[in-house]
T-cell receptor
Framework: QKEVEQDPGPLSVPEGAIVSLNCTYS??????FMWYRQYSRKGPELLMY????GNKEDGRFTAQVDKSSKYISLFIRDSQPSDSATYLC??????????FGKGTRLHILP | DGGITQSPKYLFRKEGQNVTLSCEQN?????MYWYRQDPGQGLRLIYY???????QKGDIAEGYSVSREKKESFPLTVTSAQKNPTAFYLC????????????FGPGTRLTVL
């Protein structure tokens, strides 16, 4: 079983819809969870960073961590065509390397 | 402007040649990383460095070499021993090795002709 699983998509949704992106993981020792956005031919940029379980909100973005289910989510409200990108989840244990998901390609249709 | 720069953006190499990719950061970060990104495979760690004059192999170090002579710079050399070097290469940095998040450069697309 791979450490981090992420559906590659593509996921296509109409503009204005709520988008839900998800990752599952197998290592219960992961404590730090991140979401990156990567536009085509660019480096990933950090969107959200959370520690342990719970929710974190930043503008239109909400990150959710459910450690009991080993499941993390990123919600995008009022999606825009500029949100079209690949979204990478990432996570790590304390004092260990970051493990990245393979990314989900998202298309927001105008 | 603070950030991470990588150069060149696109690089072409003939088979059998070594090539060096540049990565510079002015964020005063201690740790720096090199990843390779291939379609459908996500990010794979090549090398990382937590401090000047020290670096460690990542998951796919074979055919690559690095140096860390200055805090700001972490160049990656793709040697002729790397069997399949065509890929998108990403450099990242963080304040330390442990739990701090990593910030990425814009990447270098290497194509072997």
């Amino acid at each position: 079983q791979k450490e981090v699983e992420q559906d590659p998509g593509p996921l296509s949704v109409p503009e204005g819809a709520i988008v839900s992106l998800n990752c599952t993981y197998s290592n219960s020792a992961f404590q730090y969870f991140m979401w990156y956005r990567q536009y085509s031919r660019k480096g990933p940029e950090l969107l959200m960073y959370t520690y342990s379980s719970g929710n974190k909100e930043d503008g239109r973005f909400t990150a959710q961590v459910d450690k009991s289910s080993k499941y993390i989510s990123l919600f995008i409200r009022d999606s825009q065509p500029s949100d079209s990108a690949t979204y990478l989840c990432a996570m790590s244990e304390t004092d260990d390397k970051i493990i990245f998901g393979k990314g989900t390609r998202l298309h927001i249709l105008p | 402007d603070g950030g991470i720069t990588q150069s060149p953006k696109y690089l072409f190499r003939k088979e059998g040649q070594n090539v060096t990719l540049s990565c510079e950061q002015n964020l005063n970060h201690d740790a720096m990383y090199w990843y390779r990104q291939d379609p459908g495979q996500g990010l794979r760690l090549i090398y990382y460095s937590q401090i000047v004059n020290d670096f460690q192999k990542g998951d796919i170090a074979e055919g690559y070499s690095v140096s860390r002579e200055k805090k700001e710079s972490f160049p990656l050399t793709v040697t002729s021993a790397q069997k399949n070097p065509t890929a998108f290469y990403l450099c990242a940095s963080s304040t330390d090795r442990s739990t701090d998040t990593q910030y990425f450069g814009p990447g270098t697309r290497l194509t072997v002709l």
